[in-house]
């Protein structure tokens, strides 16, 4: 039996006295830490098996577009969105599906899937595009006021011209042809001095302004 000077001992009760004060918070602690780890390792698996099937989906999708088959495309973008909301395919996949219901004349279904897009697409720059083209596709369905609603909120500077361009065809429609001058010389100010890759683009809403709409 092993045997303890007085110094070991004392520093062995000073260590049992400490064990009763703080053992059962270390335990926890170390309890907590086990499962938060083990958690994390959990959700990186789930999110990586989640962009996997997501992605495999939207190929199939892609695929239907090719083909021209949009029941297809559009059961596959609603299966992306109810499943695989986090991901970014679902909100890539409720544009393709709102561009393919705009091409079969069903406005209201397309500014639906936009407006999901607008709503939950994980990238900035789809929620604006998003955005942009849901209040498109309302102002061909003559809802003027909730299209204005979509274009008032900011979006990333190089969208801001686009916005201002639909935004001065909205009130051109609206025969609100003063406040849509005003909207196209915004869009124009926005564009690069210099002549260029914008120029074409440049004359374009110049043409707008000066016919007080679209051209």
Same mark, same amino acid.
């Given at each position: 039996?092993?045997?303890?000077?007085?110094?070991?001992?004392?520093? *062995?009760?000073?260590?049992?006295?400490?064990?009763?004060?703080?053992? %059962?918070? *270390?335990?926890?602690? *170390?309890?907590?830490?086990?499962?938060?780890?083990?958690?994390?390792?959990?959700?990186?698996?789930?999110?990586?098996?989640?962009?996997?099937?997501?992605?495999?989906?939207?190929?199939?999708?892609?695929?239907?577009?090719?083909?021209?088959?949009?029941? #297809?495309? #559009?059961?596959?973008?609603?299966?992306? *969105?109810?499943?695989?909301?986090?991901?970014?395919?679902?909100?890539? %996949?409720?544009?393709?599906?709102?561009?393919?219901?705009?091409?079969?004349?069903?406005?209201?279904?397309?500014?639906?899937?936009?407006?999901?897009?607008?709503?939950?697409?994980?990238?900035?720059?789809?929620?604006?595009?998003?955005?942009? #083209?849901?209040?498109?596709?309302?102002?061909?369905?003559?809802?003027?006021?909730?299209?204005?609603?979509?274009?008032?909120?900011?979006?990333?500077?190089?969208?801001?011209?686009?916005?201002?361009?639909?935004?001065?065809?909205?009130?051109?429609?609206?025969?609100?042809?003063?406040?849509?001058?005003?909207?196209?010389?915004?869009?124009?100010?926005?564009?690069?001095?210099?002549?260029? %890759?914008?120029?074409?683009? #440049?004359?374009?809403?110049?043409?707008?302004?000066?016919?007080?709409?679209?051209?």
């Amino acid at each position: 039996m092993a045997t303890y000077d007085l110094e070991e001992q004392e520093q *062995i009760e000073e260590l049992k006295t400490w064990w009763k004060m703080h053992g %059962a918070l *270390i335990s926890a602690v *170390i309890v907590a830490l086990s499962v938060g780890v083990v958690g994390w390792q959990g959700w990186q698996w789930w999110d990586r098996t989640q962009s996997t099937q997501a992605s495999q989906l939207y190929g199939e999708l892609q695929r239907s577009l090719v083909q021209q088959d949009a029941k #297809r495309v #559009r059961l596959l973008a609603g299966e992306l *969105i109810d499943k695989y909301s986090r991901t970014a395919y679902a909100g890539m %996949a409720a544009m393709l599906s709102g561009k393919v219901l705009v091409d079969s004349g069903d406005f209201k279904s397309a500014q639906a899937q936009f407006g999901w897009a607008a709503e939950n697409a994980k990238d900035p720059g789809l929620r604006d595009l998003a955005r942009l #083209r849901q209040a498109i596709v309302l102002a061909e369905d003559k809802s003027y006021d909730e299209a204005l609603k979509r274009l008032a909120v900011p979006p990333a500077p190089t969208f801001k011209p686009r916005y201002l361009e639909v935004q001065g065809d909205i009130l051109a429609a609206q025969g609100k042809v003063a406040e849509a001058r005003t909207a196209y010389d915004e869009a124009i100010k926005l564009l690069p001095a210099n002549a260029g %890759a914008g120029a074409p683009y #440049r004359e374009i809403l110049e043409t707008k302004r000066d016919s007080g709409g679209a051209a």
